[in-house]
């Protein structure tokens, strides 16, 4: 008797967990189909290859147009440049801050970059539109400081903390032996670190750029606020749209055509984003598998 | 021990899906309590240039009418429009006038209040009026530099608002510069647009008279200055209807058409023009 009850309860919660479990592949499943089904019909009105690569956007002319080549080309330099910018000072901060810094100074910056991952995208934009955009066309002389260089630069202090953070982690993972082995043989600290210690973590590293470049290239909130939002083809002082900022900025009013071409642009960046997370987790199992 | 726990947190997340199906029933049941006595929910969606005009009078008409909420839904106009004909809101707004097949499709419109579109500039710049004709030039890309039109030497910085926006057509439409405008910087709020043009003294923007704060400077056009005087005669050129889009044929529910009807009337006049825009009811 009390073995069939504890196996009832045992099931019980095992079915509990299941159905919670269950609710996050739901989830994924349901936008998935969504996003396919709502994406596909434009798609084909349009013709693939003059959605991708079509240079001009007017989806509310007499005579509209769906080119999404501006977008895209816009979320890759956008994301390559706040990669660009942003992994060097995020992976010497994590190189200092897993090896380098004494006790006290590692815990006050790690606080810090934990707080700056807390920070709300719209509040990055709300900072940047009122600071940056004008100090852009300030310190340039150009017309206008809402750009692509603004968006850029909001980019990569956000993703700072992801790219910190993941390296951080891969880096304190490598064996101590590794590094006493180093400095025994006569290396110094520093040689020991970036000969030793960064390329044992190098693909726990790649991981973290990966990791930047998702949160990047899906940000929509933030560069809406300080790129212009004007589907220009991407030049660093031009005002330009992303692939997220596309779909955001014209949901709210869209109908017909227009709002079916938003839905496809949304399956464009989900499959961005997808490609993305195939990258992360190929690096993060090879890494598994190598030690 | 640890199986008491287990049972109690089973038995409390099962009570909480029943809990949560018990609410939403009860949800439903209550929409449809319209008897007599009018009390209930009027539902409103539609365009963010009138959020002021309809919070103002939902706000006036629930002193009055204790039983009955008017909610509003700021979701654009067409958003608005596509609610009213799916039955998702009882009363659809919309700052412009209806399309010839949003008409056909069995859509009624009333035109609530007039709203001048206001050209802004950075209180900074000398410029203080401009023609319709200007305008269209500078919008266009004809017109470049604010010194062709009496300002500083500086490059214009074109601000307008995103595709579909309803101050965006309706710039457009009265300026006659529909899918020309070359835009630098494309927002997607009144409030956006005003705060940009307040930080670059280079700027030009539009938005609803009705939102226009000390920070920026209205542009008088063709000599005259946007106020509601200028707008009710129609001298002031820039200017749009905030419309009540209904279904054609269906009846509002009671409260529905309580609210309508007080909207449309000579009493709201005052709370109208308190929030900005120029009532039309006589």
Known sequence: MKVKTKNLIENIVHGIFLVLGLVTVASVLMITVYLIVSGIPAIKEIGLPNFLLGKKWASTAAEPSYGILPFILTSVYGTAGAIVLGVPVGFMAAVYLAKMANKRVRTVVVEAVSLLAGIPSVVYGLVGMMVLVPGIRKVFNVPDGASLLAAIIVLAIMILPSIIKVSMTSLEAVPREYEDASLALGATPTETYFRVSVPAAKSGIAAAVVLGVGRAIGEAMAVMMVSGNAPNMPELFQSVRFLTTAVASEMSYSSGLQRQALFSIALVLFLFIMLINATLNFLLKRDKSNG | ?282
């Open chain 2, 1 to 282: 021990m640890k199986k008491l726990i287990s049972l109690v947190l089973a038995a409390l997340m099962a009570l909480t899906l029943f809990a949560a199906c018990g609410k939403s029933d009860n949800g439903g049941t209550t929409d449809n309590n319209d008897n007599a006595e009018v009390t209930g929910t009027v539902s409103t969606d539609g365009s963010t240039s009138m959020e002021k005009v309809i919070m103002s009078l939902g706000e006036a008409f629930q002193a009055d009418n204790k039983g009955i909420t008017v909610g509003y839904n700021p979701t654009g106009s067409g958003s608005g429009i596509t609610a009213v004909s799916e039955g998702r809101c009882d009363i659809g707004l919309a700052s412009r006038a209806l399309k010839d097949d949003e008409k056909a499709s069995g859509l009624k419109e009333t035109v609530l209040a007039l709203d001048g579109i206001a050209i802004i500039v950075n209180p900074e710049n000398k410029v203080s009026d401009l023609s319709i004709e200007q305008i269209a030039k500078i919008y266009t890309g004809e017109i470049t530099n604010w010194k062709d039109v009496g300002g500083a030497d500086a490059e214009i910085v074109l601000i307008g608002r995103e595709a579909g926006s309803g101050t965006r057509d309706g710039f457009e439409s009265i300026t006659d510069t529909k899918d020309a405008c070359k835009y630098r910087q494309e927002l997607t709020s009144t409030g956006d647009v005003i705060t940009t043009v307040a930080g670059n003294p280079n700027a030009i923007g539009y938005a609803s008279l009705a939102s226009v704060k000390d920070t920026v400077k209205a542009l008088s056009v063709g000599g005259v200055a946007p106020t509601e005087a200028t707008v009710s005669d129609g001298t002031y050129a820039v200017q749009r209807p905030f419309v009540l889009v209904t279904k054609d044929g269906t009846e509002l529910s009671a409260a529905a058409q309580k609210f309508f009807e007080y909207a449309t009337g000579a009493a709201a006049a005052d709370v109208i023009s308190a929030a900005g825009a120029v009532p039309v009811a006589k």
